[in-house]
């Protein structure tokens, strides 16, 4: 499987814009770009994923680069409800295989 | 309702038992999956179910064996209980298709003492 690389940890200060960086050079062409969070204590939790352009949902905006290799979640306006793992993951649409899920990115929100 | 729910939430055990941790999903996704997450919160894969047949098993002791009755249940049961086996499991769930994004349950806490 693509492995994807991510920061350990971020900080954001709460109601500003926060960008979750995810590096994935080996990603393969039918892999599609997910991102999960998991709150404490909690199960994780789709946030978005894309093949190539950019998402956007209630939740989230994924912007994928132009090769594919990189990738990054935006939170428009972080709140302290946004404090969580963050794990950026690729998935194949083709077939029920394995996803590797990384360290993550534990996001910090500072009231 | 509960996309993906297991059972039981919390489980406290002794070293050498048998348990079973139980889950359903309610989406009619065709594949299954149990993570096991340890203290140090990495989350691992150790199974997965598609449409009733095994097609990942990562390295897992054999006293681990998932039992899949049908599409919407994947059971897992543990044989002589260690006190490695202390984490959480996570069921989930995906459908191939629009991504194939994965649904989780909300954990089963394992602690053998």
């Known amino acids: 499987d693509a492995k994807t690389t991510q920061p350990n940890s971020m900080e954001s200060n709460e109601e500003e814009p926060v960008h979750l960086p995810c590096n994935h050079s080996?990603?393969?062409?039918?892999?599609?770009i997910h991102w999960y969070r998991q709150l404490p204590s909690q199960g994780p939790e789709y946030v978005i994923h894309?093949?190539?352009s950019n998402v956007n949902n209630r939740m989230a905006s994924l912007a994928i680069a132009e090769d594919r290799k990189s990738s990054t979640l935006i939170l428009h306006r972080a709140t302290l409800r946004d404090a969580a793992v963050y794990y950026c993951?690729?998935?194949?649409?083709?077939?029920?295989?394995?996803?590797?899920f990384g360290d993550g990115t534990t996001l910090t929100v500072k009231p | 309702d509960t996309a993906v729910s297991q059972t039981p939430k919390y489980l406290v055990t002794q070293m050498g038992n048998d348990k079973s941790i139980k889950c359903e999903q309610n989406?009619?996704?065709?594949?299954m999956y149990w993570y096991k997450q340890d203290s140090k919160k990495f989350l691992k894969i150790m199974f997965s179910?598609?449409?009733?047949?095994?097609?990942i098993n990562e390295t897992v002791p054999n006293r681990f064996s998932p039992k899949s009755p049908d599409k919407a249940h994947l059971n897992l049961h543990i044989n002589s209980l260690e006190l490695g086996d202390s984490a959480v499991y996570f069921c989930?769930?995906?459908?191939?298709?629009?991504?194939?994004?994965?649904?989780f349950g909300e954990g089963s806490w394992l602690t053998v003492v």
């Open positions: 989930a769930s995906s459908h191939r298709g629009s991504g194939n994004t994965i649904y």
């Open positions: 080996t990603i393969s062409g039918t892999d599609y």
């Open positions: 894309g093949l190539t």
């Open positions: 993951i690729l998935r194949d649409d083709t077939n029920a295989g394995k996803s590797t």
């Open positions: 989406l009619g996704h065709d594949t």
């Open positions: 179910y598609n449409n009733k047949e095994l097609i």
